[in-house]
């Protein structure tokens, strides 16, 4: 039975100024399955990481509602938002992010530090088995300027995954990478997906599809048939 975790109706994003507004999604209807792997295609400008974005609680929307998991994202506070945010999503963007001054370790421990509840014991695990999971554990004590870029990535969905996260919202993970690098990125992707874990990738990169369990092509704040082959 497929269950849905995920639930978009009717929504809509718009901004104002100089009394003109502009629409940026357009009662957008869109779902997505649990344990599904969906990459958002369009082109800059479309609406992709602003769609992305709302996904996250990282920004508002106008109109519509949105259900996470059975649970009405409107009808929550921002307190609530940014807890159930740190609690059932993990984050990767095309800049990595990480803080040069910390750790590799350190790094990945932040969401677990924002989250709070875990003793130093359960972290320091917890960062072990999520770079683990990306093949970077020796790289604990190193810094970022001592990783590649590929491996920077890596660190920071490593970052993502500690909290054991449902969701993974992935924007433009590739964009900063050069092909053959980005393709081990997209590979550790699927490797996670197949773990169960549900993703939504936003790239404008058209070969990434075939990756995908679902695709929808955006343009002009709709979804359109163009392009999504």
């Known amino acids: 039975m497929v269950q849905q975790l995920l ?3 009717g929504l809509s994003k718009w901004y104002e100024q100089d009394k003109n507004r502009y629409n940026v999604l357009k009662s957008l209807d869109f779902n997505v399955e649990k344990g599904s792997f969906v990459v958002i295609t369009g082109k800059s400008g479309s609406g992709k990481t ?3 974005n709302i996904l996250g609680f990282l920004d508002k929307f106008n109109e519509g509602s949105y259900i996470f998991n059975g649970k009405d994202v409107t009808k929550m506070n921002e307190v609530e938002k940014c807890s159930f945010r740190n609690s059932h999503i993990g984050f990767i963007f095309q800049q990595f992010y990480l803080i040069e001054s910390l750790t590799i370790a350190q790094n990945v421990e932040l969401p677990l530090l924002y ?8 972290r320091v695990e ?5 770079l683990k999971d990306v093949e970077l554990e020796e790289k604990l004590n190193n810094y970022p300027h001592e990783l590649s870029g590929g491996q920077q990535q890596r660190v920071s969905i490593a970052r993502a995954l500690v909290t054991k996260a449902e969701l993974i919202l992935a924007d ?9 690098t980005g ?7 699927v490797k996670l997906n197949n773990q169960n874990k ?9 070969d990434l599809k075939r990756y995908a369990t679902h695709c929808v092509y955006l343009k002009d704040g709709v979804f359109s048939e163009e392009d999504n082959i």
């Open 198 to 206: 549900t993703i939504v990738m936003v790239t404008h990169d058209n």
């Open 172 to 180: 433009e993970p590739t964009g900063a990478l050069d092909w053959k």
């Open 126 to 130: 917890m960062v072990k088995q999520s």
């Open 183 to 189: 393709l081990k990125i997209v590979d550790l992707l």
């Open 7 to 9: 639930e978009i109706k």
């Open 50 to 52: 602003t769609l992305l």
């Open 115 to 122: 989250h709070g509840g875990y003793s130093k014991s359960q």
